[in-house]
């Protein structure tokens, strides 16, 4: 006869439990938005939790017809905070599936 048949049935209910959980988790991800700033404010750009850009914005005084590098990097810059900040926000969410492991490829 086998033994611990219940718990390794419990063990997978549980399991998929989590999954069914983690699913949920990460596409409520792409309702939360992150934003990322550059320049002091000059450029913004938003971000949803599944690192789609929805909006970016420039203000015009930064809008330098001689300079569009110094544009460029401001953009360059403001995406670049607010997708840390995805991942930030991605890693506060999912986080509480793995308890703090850091299991590479996860999310």
């Not at 970016?56 to 930064?62: G, R, Y």
């Amino acid at each position: 006869m086998m033994r611990g048949g219940g718990n390794m049935n419990n063990m997978m209910k549980q399991m998929q439990k989590m999954q069914k959980e983690m699913a949920k988790a990460q596409e409520d991800l792409k309702d939360k938005k992150a934003e990322g700033t550059a320049g002091g404010g000059m450029v913004t750009v938003i971000a949803n939790g599944h690192k789609e850009v929805l909006e970016v914005n420039i203000k015009e005084d930064v809008v330098d017809p001689e300079d569009i590098e110094m544009l460029q990097d401001l953009v360059l810059a403001a995406t670049n905070d607010a997708l840390k900040k995805v991942d930030e926000l991605v890693n506060q969410d999912m986080g509480k599936f793995t308890k703090g492991l850091n299991i590479p490829g996860l999310f």
